[in-house]
């Protein structure tokens, strides 16, 4: 199973003039990662595209499933991963789970490739 999403960058930072809505789709380490980076914005959107494409994977929304029960880490070399919380965790149950996260001008991309 495979699910791609892509998100204007300026979307997500005009999203994260609430504190609501990062509080809502990100989870405390995330937003530490995230604030800690020089575009927080880019690194914001590229991991909202990666939840976003986990759930598009499993052909689920976020009624389904909540935003913070998918989280993006970072291994020490950078790359990122998926952790399931809650929810999200009974369809993840078992799989190898890949995601490439990627930002570029205006725009964040991630895909999630389940087997």
């Not at 935003?67 to 149950?93: C, I, K, M, T």
């Amino acid at each position: 199973m495979i699910g791609v999403d892509i998100q204007k960058i300026a979307r997500i930072k005009k999203s994260l003039e609430s504190d609501a809505f990062a509080e809502r789709v990100f989870t405390a380490a995330e937003r530490e990662y995230c604030d800690s980076r020089a575009l927080p914005e880019q690194s914001y959107a590229g991991m909202f595209c990666a939840k976003e494409a986990a759930v598009k994977a499993v052909k689920q929304g976020f009624g389904a499933i909540s935003p913070r029960d998918v989280e993006v880490r970072h291994a020490d070399d950078g790359s990122p991963r998926l952790v399931f919380y809650g929810n999200a965790a009974p369809f993840f149950a078992g799989c190898n789970v890949d995601v490439s996260i990627s930002h570029d001008g205006e725009y964040a991309i991630a895909a999630v490739q389940i087997l």
